[in-house]
């Protein structure tokens, strides 16, 4: 009797998961909170569409959205298989032109960091450039897909009315304090602190242009909230630790990227899963001045 030969079952192939953040602390976990898509931002505020159209300052609310080509439906062009695979955002289906926004985060118990914004924007969003500054983040989008955005980003525990700022123009530098209303400092004074309504309200646009009417967007997170949000690390937060994943990680790139500057071959050096933070300028120096000296 022929023996029956049983069908292999294939392998499934597991989904790839992001590596995020590394670390199990809470700070961590709030960066890896904000960096997955998967995960819905807590909303805390609403914003009405006109008046973030205001704030913008790109267009006035019920103006029609400018556009620098034809929509894509109306375009002829050559076949490109690469448009049957990535869907449009609706601003670049519709031709919108590009427009901008800047967010300005405090060191005083943030909700979000320059950096950390360039990682979330490119894990939650589409159709997106943005640049990291020392204190700020630039967002550029197709204007419909930037106003959507900046709707759910201000309207989220991303957003903070006294620890986080919106600008355009001048938007450059953060003060290392707060005023004594808890704001931020800005050198274009578009906002205030009302204390009638409790509120941070913006009485110019991004753009440095005196508005119409005042924009609430909320009241400021009192110190113990904030902390609860805070995305750094400090002493009353969540004090680095020496021997953390985190700090092996960063030793890592930095060694990686100074020794393969100075010679690719000395990467081989580096031990793939773990580099002491504290002894890697020390290893470094050593492992070069002996390349040096070799004659290698």
């Known amino acids: 009797m022929a023996r029956v030969r049983k069908r292999r079952k294939g392998r499934k192939v597991k989904r790839y998961k992001a590596q995020l953040y590394p670390g199990p602390d809470e700070v961590s976990e709030r960066r890896r909170f904000v960096m997955d898509a998967s995960r819905r931002l807590k909303k805390f505020r609403s914003i009405p569409d006109d008046n973030l ?74 159709g997106i450039d943005t640049v990291v500054y020392s204190s700020r983040q630039l967002l550029e989008m197709r204007e419909r897909d930037l106003e959507a955005v900046a709707k759910e980003l201000i309207e989220s525990n991303l957003f903070d009315p006294g620890r986080v700022a919106i600008r355009g123009l001048t938007a450059h530098g953060h003060s290392l304090r707060l005023d004594e209303d808890g704001l931020i400092f800005d050198a274009r004074r578009r906002y205030k602190f009302d204390k009638d309504l409790g509120e941070v309200v913006y009485i110019k646009n991004a753009q440095a242009e005196i508005l119409d009417m005042p924009i609430p ?7 113990r909230e904030a902390r609860g949000q805070d995305v750094t690390y400090r002493w009353d937060v969540a004090p680095y630790k020496s021997r953390t994943e985190i700090m092996s990680v960063i030793a890592r790139y930095g060694t990686a990227r100074i020794l393969g500057g100075y010679n690719p071959e000395l990467l081989n050096e580096i031990d793939p899963l773990y580099c002491e933070p504290y002894e890697t300028l020390d290893k470094m120096m050593d492992l070069g001045k002996s390349k040096t000296e070799g004659g290698e």
């Open 53 to 126: 159209v205001m704030l913008l300052g790109h267009r006035h609310p019920g103006e029609l959205y400018l556009s620098i080509h034809p929509p894509l439906d109306e375009l002829i062009e050559k076949y490109d298989p690469i448009k049957n695979i990535v869907e449009p955002t609706p601003g670049a289906r519709a031709g919108d032109r590009i427009r901008f926004i800047l967010f300005t985060d405090s060191v005083y118990y943030p909700p979000m960091a320059p950096w950390l914004r360039a990682r979330t924007y490119l894990n939650r969003f589409r």
């Open 217 to 223: 967007i909320g009241r400021p997170l009192s110190e």
